[in-house]
């Protein structure tokens, strides 16, 4: 799990390399704040990553931008005015500028002044990339969020259960689901889900994203095929570990002296096998989340949703480069952020980690 770090003894979690300078900061807070400063590092080495990758590649972008039928001076004009003649350092220089303190850009009539945090604007339609992607991560974010609340229930679920009925035939039919739950591609999932619910059955709409503040009633209904289509691959996960840590659990010594003095079963399972299980699907749950963000690209495009995943591969089938960039370093943030917020959870759930 990416949102474990380096342990000290067995328990420890441990902030990134090079930030011995906040190793006097003891507590809590002081892990808190190491973390912060790891997520900031690894955002700006992502930001280098990608930005050299993606304009590094092969292809004449101004031309690409401009169209087929554009003359060599448009298109030197267009390669002007998106500075693609500066070196990439520079280019790279004035994107982080646009970050901290936001941009001006010549769209060929007028100068349009782009606030930070500033992306950039699109090559396709001069629209500003961070206003593009904050009308598109809603959706996204409504998609990741409600998948979640689903895949916890079910996956804990289904885990807490196969564990309490180890050896029973319940066990071996939920194992037998989780197995295919994980290998099961999420778009066939989907297309089953809406084949049957939504064409032969006829129990929901065919999905049509409805904002959460237009109508809550609608935004759920339309968005719960989705939801479980996500969900049943991410519970699969869930399942598997959440069964091996109550197993683990429930085999040590302390819960056999439990059932010696007669203590319930159920008590047992609830009280402290659930809690030995808690902190893995802390960051289990948190890698999840981070990776669901970028990996909704499928889920959006089966079922029509327009989010980020959905508008970064049609990014990508026209190279609109400040879009593909600006939606890789969001995904990346979440991704980063994610897991930084699984090392804190983590550490407040199981009062045994070493904080360094």
Known sequence: MSGLKGFR??????GPSGLSGFSGLSGFGGFVLRRAVGVVLTLFAISVIVYVVFFVTPGNVAQITCGPRCSPEQVHQVAEQLRLDDPLYVRYWHFLEGLVAGQDYSTGTSVEHCPAPCLGLSYQSDQQVTRLILTKLPVSLSLVFGAMVLWLILGVGTGVLSAWRRGRPTERVLTAVTLAGTATPVFVIGLILMIVVCGELRLLPFPQYVNLTDDPEQWAWNLLLPWLS????EAASFARLTRVAMLETLAEDHVRTFRAYGVGERSIIARHALRGAFAPVIALNANNFGSAVGGAVLTETLFGLP???QELVHA????DLPVVVGMVLVIGFFVVLANAVADVLYALADRRVVLV
């Open 9 to 14: 003894g067995r328990r420890g979690l441990g």
């Open 230 to 233: 996500l969900a049943l691959i």
């Open 307 to 309: 989010g980020i995943g």
């Open 316 to 319: 990508v089938n026209v190279v």
